[in-house]
């Protein structure tokens, strides 16, 4: 095991930088979690099928743009 000591001031301050969401990109995110909710009570309502539910699900994905939407299946 190798233990690395980071003596320089930047470098620590690089590490904890924090990123901070637009205004627009959380508006994205929370529009996309609010139709993800939606979306799977009319799945649990009968209201979709599976297969609908994840076709619309694609296409939020695409519109919405959510930050995880390049791990999400």
């Known amino acids: 095991m190798q233990i690395t000591k980071i003596?320089?001031?930047q470098d620590s301050q690089?590490?904890?930088?924090k990123t901070y969401l637009s205004t627009e990109e959380l508006q994205r995110e929370f529009d996309y979690y609010r139709a993800e909710k939606l979306l799977h009570q009319m799945l649990e309502k009968g209201f979709i099928t599976k297969v609908e539910f994840n076709k619309i699900m694609l296409l939020n994905r695409e519109t919405?743009?959510?930050m995880l939407a390049?791990?999400?299946p």
């Open 64 to 66: 919405f743009s959510p």
């Open 14 to 17: 690089a590490i904890l930088k």
């Open 70 to 72: 390049q791990i999400m």
């Open 7 to 9: 003596t320089d001031k």
